[in-house]
């Protein structure tokens, strides 16, 4: 691959475009928030509301390398899984004919029995819309596919109207910390796989 270089020369002189601050004041919803801290917290509203905050991103860190958004069809009514769901691949085929609460797994893609987030989905959504705030979403990349992303677009815009704009393909990848460091095909992020996946992540996402 040829590398170029760039030279950037600012022009001091010129007058720039105004950019609305309160556009960039914004913060995270992580995926472990309590549900009864988030819902019905009058002050936490209201200090969003006083610090100018006008956006929220969901989920909150790198886990959303493995955190799925929807969990129906893995998730069962009596609150176990179907571990049966995932194949033989080590993916997990989530059923996006409906919804139910998100769940987390592994690195190695297994279930992760101790958390299944804190904060759900629909509701992340659903307090974004209530409280005027643009939501952000953090699409899996590391144990998740493509068809998952698209899979949120089409469940968030088309089914459920709630408009959302931005969206990021994965959060902070590539790191050797970070458990959106390698695929789940074990191939690990580097820049140039990144840059393949992303294409193929947005153009799953734009399809919708």
Known sequence: MESVRVSLRPNWNSPGQAVSVA?????????????EKIQDNQPLKTALREAGVSSLVFPGDVGSADFFWNGYGIRRADGTFDLSKRDARGLWQVDYSG??????????????EFFHGGFDTQNFHEF?????????????????????AAAWVRWANLENNYGVRLWRVGTEVGYSWSPAKNLWTGETLTMPVYGRVTREYAEAMKAE
């Open 99 to 112: 919804y139910a609460r998100p769940f987390m797994v592994n690195e190695d893609g297994s279930l992760r």
């Open 23 to 35: 556009g960039l004041l914004g913060s995270n919803l992580g995926q472990w928030d309590p549900e």
């Open 128 to 148: 974004c819309k209530t409280e005027g705030l643009e939501s952000i979403c953090s699409v899996n990349v590391g144990r998740g596919q493509a068809r998952d």
